[in-house]
C-alpha cells in the first residue's frame, strides 16, 4: 500500500505544530517569572515519568476523554454541547443515589447506577435539543443556562433528607457499599482504575457509530449539509434531538470513574470542570476516538507533571501546566484550520493540473 507523504504531514504537522508552540510560550512563561526552563521541564519530565505518575494520568484521563467524546457527537452534526458540565454533574448524583440505595448484589448496583446516569444525561441533554429543533433556540445558550438550573438543582437534591446527609461538615449522598465499587488493579503501590476498558469501549462505539453505521452517515451529513441530508430523508429535527440525547448519555458517564473508583459518594466537592475540560478535549484530539484519548493522557500527564514544579528549585510555577494546555488548544485550533485549508488548496491544484494534462491529450 502507497503511503501519501503529504497527508501524513499534513496529519502530524498541526499537532506537532501546537506542541512546539505550548512550549516555547511556557518556556517564555518561566523566563518571565525568572525561572529556568530547561531545568522546570527536566523536573516535569522525571516526576511524571514515574509508575505512580503515569497510572495517575491514565485515571485522571478516563472523565477526559469521555466527556471529549460527548461534546464531539455534537460537534459532528455542527452542535456546541457545552451543557456537558451540568449533565455529568445531575447524572452522578442521580447514580450516586441508585448504588446506594437500591438493593441488589454489587455488580447490579454498578451497572443500575451507569444505566441511570445514561438516562438522567440523555433527558437533560434532550431539552436543548428539543428547543434547538422545535424553538430554533440556539444550543449553545441552551446549555448554558441549564447547566445554571443544574447547580440549583443538585444543591436543592444534597439539602433534600433521603438524598444526603452532613457528614464531616460536608452534605454528601450515602456511600456505594464496597460490592459495588468498580474493581482496580494494583501496580506499585497505585491503583490502575479499570473503568480504562469502559472508556476504552465507549471510544470503540463512537468510532464504529459515526464512522461505520447508518446512523453515523446520517448525523455527519446533517453536519456537513442539512439541505442535502433533508433532500435524503433525513428529518434534520429529529437528528438534533437524537444527537443531543446521545451526547447527553455519553456525557452522563464523565463522572463515573470518580464515584465508582475514588469518592463513592457524591459531594459538594465532587469535581466540577470535567465538561469543559472535554471540550479542549474534543478540540485538540479533531473529534477522533485516537485523537481525543491522546488528548486526555497529555492534558492528564501535564496536569499530574506539573505538580514537581511545587518543590525547588521552580517553586511557585505549576500553573505551567495549565499554560501548556491552553495554549497547545489554542495552537491546535489555528494549526488545524491552517492545514485544512493548505491541503484544500493543494487538492484543487493537483485536481487543476490533471484536468489540464487531460484536456492537453484529447486530439483536436
Same mark, same amino acid.
Given at each position: ?38 531545568? #522546570? ?88 435539543? +428539543? ?41 454528601? /449522598? ?34 464504529? +457509530? ?10 455527519? #451529513? ?30 452522563? +458517564? ?67 501546566? /495549565? ?42
Amino acid at each position: 500500500m502507497r503511503i501519501n507523504r503529504k497527508k501524513v504531514f499534513y496529519a502530524l504537522a498541526a499537532p506537532l505544530g501546537a506542541f512546539v508552540l505550548a512550549i516555547a510560550v511556557a518556556g517564555l512563561a518561566l523566563l518571565v517569572s525568572g525561572k529556568n526552563p530547561f531545568v #522546570a521541564f527536566k523536573q516535569m519530565v522525571i516526576y511524571g515519568g514515574t509508575v505512580d505518575s503515569l497510572i495517575t494520568s491514565i485515571n485522571e484521563a478516563l472523565p477526559l476523554f469521555v466527556s471529549g467524546v460527548a461534546v464531539a457527537i455534537g460537534f459532528r452534526t455542527n452542535l456546541f454541547n457545552i451543557g456537558v458540565e451540568g449533565q455529568y454533574r445531575l447524572a452522578a448524583i442521580v447514580a450516586a443515589v441508585v448504588g446506594a440505595e437500591l438493593p441488589g448484589p454489587g455488580f447490579l448496583r454498578i451497572i443500575m447506577a451507569m444505566a441511570a446516569a445514561v438516562i438522567v444525561g440523555a433527558m437533560y441533554a434532550s431539552i436543548a435539543g +428539543l428547543l434547538k429543533a422545535y424553538r430554533n433556540v440556539n444550543e449553545v445558550i441552551a446549555t448554558i443556562m441549564l447547566n445554571g438550573v443544574m447547580t440549583g438543582l443538585v444543591a436543592v437534591l444534597l439539602k433534600w433528607d433521603l438524598i444526603a446527609s452532613i457528614k464531616d461538615q460536608q452534605l454528601r /449522598t450515602s456511600r456505594l457499599p464496597k460490592s459495588a465499587w468498580f474493581p482496580s488493579v494494583t501496580f506499585g503501590g497505585s491503583e490502575l482504575y479499570l473503568w480504562v476498558f469502559v472508556a476504552i469501549a465507549i471510544g470503540i462505539g463512537y468510532h464504529l +457509530l459515526i464512522n461505520r453505521s447508518r446512523f453515523g452517515f446520517e448525523l455527519r #451529513a446533517s453536519g456537513i449539509n442539512p439541505g442535502a441530508a433533508l433532500a435524503a430523508g433525513v428529518n434534520p429535527k429529529r437528528m438534533i434531538v437524537k444527537t443531543m440525547a446521545l451526547s447527553g448519555a455519553v456525557a452522563g +458517564l464523565v463522572g463515573m470513574p470518580l464515584l465508582l473508583q475514588r469518592q463513592h459518594e457524591f459531594t459538594q466537592q465532587f469535581q466540577q470542570g470535567l465538561g469543559f475540560a472535554g471540550i479542549a478535549v474534543a478540540l485538540v484530539g479533531r473529534q477522533k476516538a485516537a485523537g481525543m484519548a491522546a488528548a486526555a493522557l497529555l492534558f492528564a500527564y501535564l496536569t499530574r507533571a506539573s505538580q514537581a514544579l511545587t518543590s525547588p528549585p521552580t517553586r511557585g510555577t505549576k500553573e505551567i501546566g /495549565t499554560i501548556l494546555q491552553g495554549t497547545m488548544m489554542l495552537a491546535a485550533v489555528v494549526a488545524y484550520e491552517v492545514v485544512r485549508r493548505r491541503a484544500e488548496a493543494n487538492a484543487i491544484h493537483e485536481a487543476a493540473h490533471r484536468a489540464a494534462v487531460q484536456f492537453a491529450e484529447v486530439p483536436a
